[in-house]
């Protein structure tokens, strides 16, 4: 996969969260860059931009016995603008953790949808 087709999975998702307002630009980046993430995103609510980082597919294959889905990752990522524009917890506390697995669940449904259904 490309970064033009990870712009395509950023763009018709962008339309579906209806935050084609935001100029975001997207990334692929060493997992060792991102610690123990698949994506990241470094935002600023004044300009209405953002810059999210995926990690590279082929870098993840065997990590943790599960490859990360990319449009999942990135659905992830940017549901973190939709729901709130500062995270509401440290990395280090339990609430975190609850709301990152929270927003994955909802971006691993939606995508799930997507195909299942063929439209969202």
Do not use: C
């Not at 953002?50 to 490859?67: F, H, K, T, W």
């Not at 449009?71 to 500062?86: A, G, M, Q, R």
């Not at 697995?101 to 259904?117: E, I």
């Amino acid at each position: 996969m490309d970064v033009k087709e990870l712009y395509q999975i950023g763009d018709f998702w962008q339309d579906r969260l209806r935050i084609r307002d935001w100029d975001v630009k997207y990334e692929w980046t060493h997992l060792h860059e991102l610690g123990d993430k698949h994506g990241t995103i470094k935002w600023n609510k004044v300009f209405k931009s953002a810059v999210v980082s995926v990690s590279i597919p082929n870098e993840l294959e065997g990590y943790n016995g599960v490859v990360p889905n990319t449009e999942v990752i990135v659905v992830h990522e940017l549901l973190h603008i939709l729901f709130n524009y500062t995270p509401l917890y440290t990395e280090d506390s339990l609430n975190y953790n609850a709301e990152e697995h929270a927003l994955y669940t909802v971006a691993n449904t939606l995508v799930s949808m997507r195909y299942k259904y063929g439209k969202i």
